[in-house]
């Protein structure tokens, strides 16, 4: 599944909205501006993925690898993330919402933008 998501961004397509990816390995995978809104990503393998300005409202990382990954500009209000690793991950101007469940390791107020 996961060669097939990067075979079609390469193609063009952007709109993988609650598409399930459970357990997919992403890993370094430039997904950039994509639309992964409402998809389960749990125990997805996406370190050094970039997610730069994607729309990921709602989605679930619980128990992912995002080691690395970027997820600068990206839309992560109601995103869950429980037990999700954000080693090293860039979260500059990533928008989550006020009522979101802090993400561990991060100082929402400085690191991520709220809306």
Known sequence: MA?????????????????????????????TGAD????????ADLGGA?????????ADFSGADLTGADF????????DLPRADLS???????????TD???AGYELVTVLART
Not at 88 to 98: E, Q, V
């Open 3 to 31: 060669a097939t998501i990067t075979e079609r961004y390469a193609a063009g397509e952007r709109d993988f909205a609650g598409a399930d990816l459970t357990g997919a390995d992403l890993s370094g995978a430039d997904l």
């Open 36 to 43: 992964f809104s409402g998809a389960y990503l749990t125990c």
């Open 50 to 58: 970039d997610f730069s300005g994607a729309d990921l409202t709602g």
């Open 72 to 79: 600068s500009g990206a839309d992560l209000r109601g995103a």
């Open 88 to 98: 090293g991950a860039n979260l500059t101007g990533a928008r989550r919402s006020a």
């Open 101 to 103: 469940a802090p993400v």
